[in-house]
Each structure stands twice: as C-alpha cells, then as structure tokens.
C-alpha cells in the first residue's frame, strides 16, 4: 500500500489524475473503475482539463462505475449515471457506449448485477478503480455488514449514508434505501486500486480502515490486503493516520504530492 499525502483537496485530485493519466498514456484502452461524490469530483475535472488542453484522450477508454441508486432512472439529476456524464462524458472524448452502469430500473436487480459481473470480465477485468469511504467505511455501496460480499449486488443502504447523501437531494425522505453496487470481491480483482480522502471527518475512519482489524464491518479495511492499492490523502484526511502509523506494527509507503 502506497499513501500519497497532499496539501489539500486540489492537490490530492491533481495527484489521483496524475496516476490514472500515467494509465491512460500507458495503455490508451485501459478500463477505469468510476466512483461518484465529492471525492472524485475534482479529479475528474483535472481529466478533462487534459483533455481540453488536448493532452489527453479517454476515446478508447471503457469505465465502470461502481454503484447506483436503486429505482432511479438514468436520467435523475442525482443518478451516478447521470453525475458521469455531467462530469465526465460531456467534458472529454470518453465515449458513452464504453460507459457502463448498473441500471437503477433494472426490472430483475439480481440479474441486472450478475450481467454487470460478466461484462467487467469480458473487457479483462477493471484496470484502476478509483474509491471514496463513507463515514461508515463503504467502499461503493457495500454498507458494514458480517461478511465481505463477493460480487455485484443490491445493497440496504445506511441511515449514516443516506443523511450525508441528502445534502444532494430536496429531502432525505427522497435518498433512496436501496442501491446496486459491485461487490468488495469485484473491487478487490481491480489490477490497482486508488483511493481518495479528503477531510477532517474522514481521518478517523480512514486510520480505522488502514490500522485496525480487516472486518466487514468497516468495509474499506479490505484494501489493506490489495496487491496495488495507492490511497491519496489531503492534509485533514491525514490527521489520524499520522498517529496510527506510529503504533502499530502496519508499515506502508509514505509519500508526498
Ligand atoms: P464522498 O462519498 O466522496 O461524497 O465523501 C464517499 C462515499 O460515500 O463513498
């Protein structure tokens, strides 16, 4: 595990865009893992700032994302589908048919899931899936639970979850209870995996998730065992970590952006 400590959210954006345009120079037909939410945002930005400046295609990109709102069309103001292609499609050159998405009106959810599974491995498995953490240690929406799921599934979402997501919807009565997500299984196959954390309220829970036990009931705490995980962390973010890491036997990489 590599962890990238930056100044703040710009740079710790301007860092995750850095690794992921590295990828894209590397290898232009890469398959990028989307994540939604403030954490991303700003990374995505970067990308299609590159792109602009016309330093950078996604043309040949396929991306997945991670999870959506169950019963939400795509075209919801606050679908995951809907906030990629406001930030992501319509910025770049990355292509919507290489966009896939967990439908959020699939009729058969199960089913809607398991296809999901199969198409992530028809393009040879997720290059670098970008993540976020809930206050509650999700990675996607796979909620503390008392087991690690393996694949794409439907997921009970939190009320911790839903009260911080509500700030995008009029009323939290709207936040839906229910979401898709891959499971902590399709995450961990991702040939990298990069994590961004930005501030203060973050820091405890991401200490938790880098130190303590690895445990399904804070979800992210699975990344410890990752082949290739960097997680880029803005100085708030940090705060806790720099005090676990001197007690506790864990020794990553520490680095600075
Ligand atoms: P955030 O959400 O990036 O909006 O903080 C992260 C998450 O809930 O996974």
Not at 131 to 144: A, K, R, S
Not at 177 to 201: D, F, N, P, W, Y
Request: glycine share 6%; net charge negative.
């Amino acid at each position: 595990m590599k962890i990238i400590g930056t100044k703040d959210y710009e740079h710790m954006s301007q860092a995750a865009a850095e690794i992921i345009i590295e990828k894209i120079k590397e290898k232009p037909d890469m398959v990028l893992g989307l994540a939604t939410g403030a954490s991303p945002l700003q990374t995505y930005r970067c990308l299609a700032q590159r792109y602009q400046e016309g330093s950078l295609s996604l043309k040949q990109v396929s991306a997945f994302n991670l999870d959506e709102y169950a019963g939400l069309p795509k075209t919801h103001e606050q679908s995951f589908y809907h906030y990629i292609k406001e930030n992501l499609i319509s910025q770049t050159d990355l292509q919507e048919e290489n966009v896939h998405v967990l439908h959020g009106m699939a009729e058969d959810a199960e089913l809607e899931c398991k296809a999901y599974e199969e198409r992530i491995a028809q393009l040879g498995g997720i290059d670098i899936q970008l993540l976020g953490i809930g206050l509650d240690g999700h990675i996607g929406f796979n909620e503390p639970d008392h087991i690690f799921s393996m694949t794409a599934h439907v997921s009970n979402l939190e009320e911790e979850t839903r009260q911080a997501n509500a700030k995008y919807f009029s009323r939290l009565e709207e936040v839906p209870k229910k979401a898709m997500t891959m499971g902590i299984g399709t995450i961990m196959q991702a040939e990298a995996l990069l994590l961004l954390v930005s501030g203060r309220e973050k820091a405890v829970v991401l200490a938790q998730a880098l130190y303590g036990p690895i445990n399904p009931q804070l979800p992210a705490s699975i990344v410890q065992i990752h082949h290739n995980c960097t997680v880029v962390v803005d100085e708030p973010a940090l705060q806790e970590l720099k005090k676990a890491k001197d007690t506790c036997f864990r020794r990553y990489q520490y680095e600075t952006f």
